[in-house]
Antibody, heavy 121, light 107 residues
Framework: QVQLVESGGGVVQPGRSLRLSCAAS????????MHWVRQAPGQGLEWVAL????????YYADSVRGRFTISRDNSKNLLYLQMNSLRAEDTALYFC??????????????WGQGTMVTVSA | DIQMTQSPSTLSASVGDRVTITCRAS??????LAWFRQKPGKAPELLIY???ILESGVPSRFSGSESGTEFTLTISSLQPEDFATYYC?????????FGQGTRVEVK
């Protein structure tokens, strides 16, 4: 079945870095755009970043641009989020999500269960 | 930037009720509007895309409509599993913007 499984979350100090991974299975990974979405505790959903099916185009929310980098390895069916210069306001549950289209210009039809990132001294 | 404003923020209802949630865009978004349901402790699930197209496998009690920049999600007969939080989302090539959410609670 179609599945996304995130990993790499944890507790990290402000200013440090963390890399999240998302393992995809059950669909042809290299033909779909992918996203990261986050949800702070008790809050709503915030889109973070998108990447095209082939990794050639990437876009970011203003809140993370310049600090976070989205990437993918199509040979391994993996999506990544490199998070640098972390702040307390980055504390959230991070979901990866599959786009309905290859250029990530549609909405999300598959979600992972999320991995929690806590930024605290 | 396009803003998405959902109302109400909380809605109290009973099983069997007809429920309506509204999402208003700050400018024209050409039907690029999706609805998600998020049950407590779970990932969101896609219900409707392109304002009114039901995602495969989603029960027919869910429907979506649009009128200009105002979009509506209707649940024709609320079921126990529908007590959850609902989000609208505008999507385009460069960003995806969620509404702030509507929590449907037991009356």
């Amino acid at each position: 079945q179609v599945q996304l499984v995130e990993s790499g979350g944890g507790v990290v100090q402000p200013g440090r870095s963390l890399r999240l991974s998302c393992a995809a299975s059950g669909f042809t990974f290299n033909t779909y755009g992918m996203h990261w979405v986050r949800q702070a505790p008790g809050q709503g959903l915030e889109w973070v970043a998108l990447i095209w099916y082939d990794g050639t185009n990437k876009y970011y929310a203003d809140s993370v641009r310049g600090r976070f980098t989205i990437s993918r390895d199509n040979s391994k069916n993996l999506l990544y989020l490199q998070m640098n210069s972390l702040r307390a306001e980055d504390t959230a549950l991070y979901f990866c999500a599959k786009d309905r289209a290859y250029e990530a210009d549609d909405t999300f039809d598959v979600w992972g269960q999320g991995t929690m990132v806590t930024v605290s001294a | 930037d396009i803003q998405m404003t959902q109302s109400p923020s909380t809605l109290s209802a009973s099983v069997g009720d007809r429920v309506t949630i509204t999402c208003r865009a700050s400018q024209s978004i050409s039907s690029y509007l999706a609805w998600f349901r998020q049950k407590p402790g779970k990932a969101p699930e896609l219900l409707i895309y392109k304002a009114s197209i039901l995602e495969s496998g989603v029960p027919s009690r869910f429907s979506g409509s649009e009128s200009g920049t105002e979009f509506t999600l209707t649940i024709s007969s609320l079921q126990p599993e529908d007590f959850a939080t609902y989000y609208c989302q505008h999507y385009d090539s460069y960003s995806k913007t969620f509404g702030q959410g509507t929590r449907v609670e037991v009356k």
